[in-house]
């Protein structure tokens, strides 16, 4: 049979047509499916390329790719009203994909609902509640006994729904999604904010709450403010000591942590096919810390290379024949424009405490020095979600190697975390994870471990100063170990290599000199590693559970006395009155971010049991009053004490409350947890400076009202111990800002307005009490 390519020409010439008609023909003939473990679930280039056409022929103006996959799943392209950061879009996305923490309530959201199966496909992941201790084999078996219960909920769950369940120890959700289910043009969402990690594979893929999770499982359409699009045009080409980290590093230093709010990060120039496809990956991945709705890059040779050693070769066939709408349109206009020469880029670490504050490697040194940052580094830790692919294995260990052939060894303590089982299973094959062990390293379990705070660190105490390099994402405070003081700075995996065995922040690979075992000096070769492997992957062991085709016999049991789950109560109604008197629980002072909010690490157990893990509603956010965390003033007793128990009180007394935030309130993770807490314990509005995009849509998902100050400088009018109302409920529409009455303990009163981003459907949401009590109605 003649090459599938060979019948395009041959039909083009037949029919007379525009390749990408002819490739809708073979489409449909061909029927690739989206991944091998849902052979009947179909990828629909043929719709998308409609699509494209309905919206092209309206707008009549060139595409971004962003806009060419964003609006080629719109659920009605040809009367959605399109305005970039404006109109909210109904989109119908392929499908969802969920970690274990997240999965939990999303879960326990969708059997609220009552519906018997979910709509798209979609799936679970067990790779957050595995806690970093002894080593990955102690590690696995410590955390199946530990979350038994958690575990047997998800799986059941998953068969009785028909969602696909990845046991633990399969690996992180974004590696597994880029190893089976991405694929270029596909439009994913999942419940974790680093979803974007498929823009490597040429996919819009963004991270969302549970709640949104459930309304597409649903086969809700699901809104999306029209995002903005911020090109980056990358020239030149990556080499030496340079990593595609490194690109978003910098990027991340020139938009901060709220630069890309609201907006898609759109890679695009002759610099993109010097980078890898897992390389790409990387950078998406931690483009979620700069607030971007996702990022993504143009399908090139490097996907198809990825996808052919995935066994996808039939998914890059096909994405070769619809390419044109896999790329940009040639002048398609970006609302900002950054470039980027890739061959004058240098390696960069970032930190500490937030990822955005950017240093070149050959300076960070001085700078620790000169601000008082411990420069001795205690530990390095390479994978996470971010940096786990075989070529940042495979550059960590070139870097290992030389230090090895000179008799030395790591003088900080070293991780590595593999990003799957596939990925652990070769990297053991072909002797990369053998070197690591050897220069002094530990290979954890496939799995988040240390980088979302699932580390049971021993080696100092909580409140001592210490430096640690990662090659993770994040780096907030406390955010890997529960320490304030632990001064975290991210990278990339060869970097954090270099700097582990050298054991200070002074060293810079590119100029400086280690002294080996023998007394001689030499300096480190910048690493090269092949980007996949020359032999197949390994696949290792079989991980995945099918949902199975009859689950009409299948229980999902969750006991009334569990500690780790907790069936979902509706939340109550709005009243129809505006709200009077509210007390503020908290002013945050600064940086607030889910983190600060709901903490990670130990409480991640409870993320199934809403009364349980609300116990540490806001524990790590400052309060302006006495600049300490978990300390706030009941305003009943005049007493100060934890956040928690003060809104409980409040609860149980009958006092509706309010937070008020700083800047870019709830940065960070997708926990929808953030939004649940404070709903659950009695809250019903956050009034801050700006919020970040996922936090913002959570809060108005649990029928919270997320409120922004008109004028910022509002912010200093309100004090902790002043109550206020918000008026104008009874006529709330889009557009129109509320007003807020701000009572001071004196008997005086100042009037402020507030904005709101509410458009007519999350309005219902927040007069029904919840998104999920408005989809219950309209079953009704």
């Known amino acids: 049979m003649a090459p599938y390519s060979l019948l395009v020409t041959r039909l083009q010439k037949a029919l007379g047509v525009r390749q990408y008609h002819v490739a809708s023909v073979l489409c449909q003939q061909a029927k690739v499916a989206m991944s091998h473990f849902e052979p009947n679930e179909y990828i629909h280039y043929d719709l998308l390329e409609k699509n494209i056409n309905i919206v092209r022929k309206r707008l009549n103006r060139p595409l971004t790719l962003s806009e060419k996959i964003v609006y080629g799943h719109l659920d009605d392209p040809a009367g959605q009203e399109i305005e970039r950061g404006k109109t909210y879009l109904r989109l119908r996305p392929d499908r969802v994909a969920m970690q274990d923490?997240?999965?939990?309530?999303?879960?326990?959201?969708?059997?609220?609902s009552g519906l018997p199966k979910v709509a798209v496909p979609s799936t679970i992941h067990c790779d957050h509640l595995i806690e970093a201790q002894l080593g990955g084999e102690k590690d696995l078996r410590r955390a199946k006994d530990i979350n038994q219960e958690v575990y047997n909920f998800l799986a059941t769950a998953g068969a009785k729904y028909g969602v696909g369940f990845w046991r633990p120890g399969s690996g992180i959700i974004h590696q597994i999604i880029l190893e089976n289910y991405a694929y270029p043009g596909v439009l994913l969402i999942g419940t974790d904010s680093h979803t974007p990690n498929g823009g490597g594979l040429g996919g819009i893929c963004?991270?969302?709450?549970?709640?949104?999770?459930?309304?597409?499982?649903?086969?809700?359409?699901w809104e999306l403010k029209c995002p903005k699009v911020i090109g980056v045009k990358l020239t030149g080409?990556?080499?030496?000591?340079?990593?595609?980290?490194?690109?978003?590093?910098?990027?991340?230093?020139?938009?901060?942590?709220?630069g890309g709010t609201g907006a898609i990060v759109e890679y695009h120039g002759p610099g993109v096919d010097s980078i890898s496809c897992t390389g790409m990956a990387t950078i998406c991945n931690m483009g979620a810390e700069i607030g971007a709705t996702t990022s993504v890059f143009p399908y090139n040779h490097r996907m198809k290379k990825y996808l052919s050693k995935t066994g996808r070769a039939d998914i890059a066939n096909l994405a070769d024949e619809f390419k044109d709408h896999l790329v940009p349109d040639p002048g398609c206009h970006y609302d900002q424009l950054i470039e980027i020469n890739l061959s004058e880029l240098k390696p960069h670490i970032n930190g500490?405490?937030?990822?955005?504050?950017?240093?070149?490697?050959?300076?960070?040194?001085?700078?620790?020095?000169?601000?008082?940052?411990?420069?001795?580094?205690r530990v390095g830790l390479i994978g996470s979600c971010t940096n786990s692919s075989y070529e940042d294995m495979g550059r960590s260990a070139a870097v290992a190697k030389q230090a090895l052939a000179h008799g030395l060894k790591c003088k900080s303590q070293f991780t590595i975390t593999p990003g799957s089982e596939q990925i652990r299973a070769t990297i053991e094959r072909d002797g990369y994870a053998q070197v690591l062990r050897d220069v002094g390293g530990i290979v954890l379990a496939n799995a988040c471990g240390p980088c979302i705070g699932q580390w049971d660190r021993k080696d100092i105490k909580k409140g001592e100063k210490n430096t640690i390099v990662t090659s993770y994402n994040r780096n907030f405070t406390g955010r890997n170990d529960a320490n304030p003081e632990t001064h975290a700075f991210v990278t990339s995996p060869e970097i954090v290599t270099a700097l582990a065995i050298a054991g200070t922040l002074k060293f810079n690979p590119e100029t400086d000199y280690l002294t080996g075992k023998d007394g001689k000096k030499f300096k480190l070769e910048a690493p090269d590693a092949d980007e996949l492997p020359k032999a197949e992957f390994d696949p290792g062991q079989d991980t995945y559970q099918h949902p199975p085709t009859d689950s009409s016999g299948q229980h999902v049991d969750v006991s009334p006395t569990s500690q780790r789950l907790q069936l979902l109560e509706p939340f109550d109604k709005w009243d129809g009155k505006d709200l009077e008197d509210l007390q503020i629980l908290i002013k945050v002072k600064g940086k607030c971010t889910t983190d600060h909010i709901s903490a990670a690490g130990p409480w991640l157990k409870f993320r199934g049991h809403l009364d349980n893990i609300s116990n540490n509603l806001l524990i790590g956010a400052i309060n302006i009053e006495n600049g300490k965390a978990n300390s706030v003033r009941n305003a009943v007793t005049q007493e100060f004490g934890p956040v928690p128990d003060t809104a409980r009180y409040y609860k149980k007394h009958g006092i509706r409350w309010v937070v008020i935030g700083d800047e870019n309130y709830g940065e960070g993770s997708s926990r929808e947890h953030?939004?649940?807490?404070?709903?659950?314990?009695g809250g019903r509005a956050i009034i801050t400076?700006?919020?970040?995009?996922i936090h913002e849509t959570n809060l108005k998902k649990q029928g919270l009202l997320p409120l922004t100050f008109a004028d910022p400088a509002d912010y200093n009018k309100i004090h902790p111990v002043d109550k206020l109302t918000i008026q104008g409920l009874k006529d709330f529409t889009p557009g129109k800002p509320l007003k807020c009455i701000i009572k001071h303990p004196n008997g005086t009163q100042e009037t402020i307005l507030l904005n709101h981003t509410f458009n007519e459907t999350q309005i219902e949401w927040f007069r029904a009490g919840s998104a999920l009590n408005r989809m219950k109605e309209l079953q009704k």
Not at 352 to 368: I, K, Q, S, W
């Open 101 to 112: 923490a997240t999965a939990q309530m999303a879960m326990l959201q969708f059997i609220s």
């Open 206 to 221: 963004i991270g969302v709450g549970g709640a949104d999770a459930v309304d597409v499982m649903a086969g809700i359409p």
């Open 237 to 258: 080409s990556l080499s030496g000591w340079t990593s595609p980290k490194d690109v978003i590093l910098k990027v991340a230093g020139i938009l901060t942590v709220k």
């Open 352 to 377: 500490p405490f937030t990822p955005d504050l950017a240093h070149p490697v050959a300076e960070v040194g001085r700078v620790a020095e000169k601000e008082g940052w411990p420069v001795d580094i």
């Open 674 to 681: 953030a939004a649940l807490e404070p709903r659950h314990l």
């Open 689 to 693: 400076k700006s919020f970040a995009r």
